[in-house]
Structure formats: structure tokens, C-alpha cells
């Protein structure tokens, strides 16, 4: 299946802006989680490898 709209982000980043000053601190998360940077270029090279495999 292909799902062209799909984000991936990590529990901080569906944390809601508790003060409202347009970004989420770490005081505000809800949930904390292992650091795991899904945007950055490793995910990128991983993602069109498996792409590429279908």
C-alpha cells in the first residue's frame, strides 16, 4: 500500500503547546521517549531503500 500524505514524528511532536508561544518545550510533552530523529538524512536513505524494494 502507498500512502503519499503519511508524517512520521515521535511523541513530542503530538504534544500540544501548553503556553501558546508556538513551540512544544520538553516541559510540555507528554510523553517522553528514546531519542529516534526520523527526518534526518539516515531515515531518508533507509526510506528510499525500501521504497525502491517494492
Known amino acids: 500500500m502507498d ?3 503519511t508524517r512520521v514524528v515521535r ?3 503530538l504534544s500540544p503547546n501548553v503556553n501558546g ?3 512544544v518545550k520538553p516541559m510540555e ?3 517522553a521517549c528514546p531519542y529516534f530523529e526520523v527526518k534526518g538524512k539516515r ?3 533507509h526510506r528510499k531503500e525500501i ?3 517494492k
Open 3 to 5: 500512502y503519499p500524505e
Open 11 to 13: 511523541h513530542r511532536d
Open 21 to 23: 508561544n508556538g513551540e
Open 29 to 31: 510533552w507528554t510523553k
Open 43 to 45: 531515515w531518508e536513505k
Open 51 to 53: 521504497i525502491s524494494q
